[in-house]
T-cell receptor, first 113, second 117 residues
């Protein structure tokens, strides 16, 4: 059972289009991070959300944390080829131990020029 | 800030040999480091949690005698793949969690590509 369901798994769009990536769970998370990873490199932290209902913006990226802290979304406006990469959501479960992150399966985004 | 390095960035070895990978937090102290394995176009799979000064905690299905982890200081953890075989070929990534982390942010190294011939 995947504790953090991430969708879609693959996404190929044209430059200028908008897209949304979702992470859903039946568990409550005390915090949730979004990472972006390029081939052959480690994931880079984009944002951390901690408060239910929180919205954070990072240029063309908008991150939301659900009111119940069980789900999150990443919305990219006017995608560019430079946005291409693997996007990963990862959360710290409330009541979890040893600071382990629970990862989604990732969304491989390709933005075509 | 929050920079994590890994060395080597890639390694090719013969089957049966051992390979050591280093993970360093360069500008912060990391009481906890994590080792992950990643297959192409897939998410990260946690192998073990490494705590400074104590034994690592391994995830189910990960052989602790094959993947030796040492976290001897607050800035260095090492993963040794013993008697490597071709099926151990993968991308290994470490992450580090700062002592002062509030929301469990973890910072990742650039990864090590291991190829076992």
């Amino acid at each position: 059972t995947q504790l953090l369901e991430q969708s879609p798994q693959f996404l190929s769009i044209q430059e200028g289009e908008n897209l949304t990536v979702y992470c859903n769970s039946s568990s409550v998370f005390s915090s949730l991070q979004w990472y972006r990873q390029e081939p052959g490199e480690g994931p880079v932290l984009l944002v951390t959300v901690v408060t239910g209902g929180e919205v954070k913006k990072l240029k063309r990226l908008t991150f939301q944390f659900g009111d119940a802290r069980k789900d999150s979304s990443l919305h990219i406006t006017a995608a560019q080829p430079g946005d291409t990469g693997l996007y990963l959501c990862a959360g710290t479960r409330s009541g979890g131990s040893n600071y382990k992150l629970t990862f989604g399966k990732g969304t491989l985004l390709t933005v075509n020029p | 800030g929050a920079v994590v390095s890994q060395h080597p960035s890639w390694v090719i070895c013969k089957s049966g040999t051992s390979v050591k990978i280093e993970c360093r937090s360069l500008d912060f102290q990391a009481t906890t480091m994590f080792w992950y394995r990643q297959f192409p176009k897939q998410s990260l799979m946690l192998m073990a949690t490494s705590n400074e000064g104590s034994k690592a905690t391994y995830e189910q299905g990960v052989e602790k005698d094959k993947f030796l982890i040492n976290h001897a200081s607050l800035t260095l953890s090492t993963l040794t793949v013993t008697s490597a075989h071709p099926e151990d070929s993968s991308f290994y990534i470490c992450s580090a969690r700062s002592q002062s982390s509030i929301n469990n942010e973890q910072f990742f190294g650039p990864g090590t590509r291991l190829t076992v011939l």
